[in-house]
């Protein structure tokens, strides 16, 4: 076989390039923004304590985006170090009364 042969000229077909596959947009690894749910994850909480929250309040800031809860991340952050106690003797500190 000469030099100057290709692998198609042997019989061996080469492969078929592939379509690049569909760019998904970018989503950043901590957005900025979390839905309730995702609120809810962060904290380890369910979704139902921060909906009851929202209506009662005591939970985390939130925003409204016409229909869409959203809570930003740095409120949540902030919500957390703000129900930091060293012993339950701590000025704040709460305990609910469960029997009424």
Known sequence: MAVGHSILSRG???????PAPAQLPAVAANP???????????LRLSP???EKQRVLGGG???????????????D????????T???????G?????SVR
């Open 85 to 91: 106690f060293g012993m339950t003797s701590d000025p």
């Open 48 to 50: 139902r304590t921060l």
């Open 32 to 42: 900025e923004f979390l839905t309730t749910d995702e609120a809810a994850t962060f």
């Open 60 to 74: 985390p800031r939130f925003r409204k985006f016409g229909a869409r809860v959203v809570y930003a991340a740095v």
């Open 93 to 97: 500190y709460v305990v609910r009364d």
């Open 12 to 18: 061996v077909a080469a492969a078929a390039p592939q």
């Open 76 to 83: 949540l952050r902030a919500w957390a170090d703000s129900n």
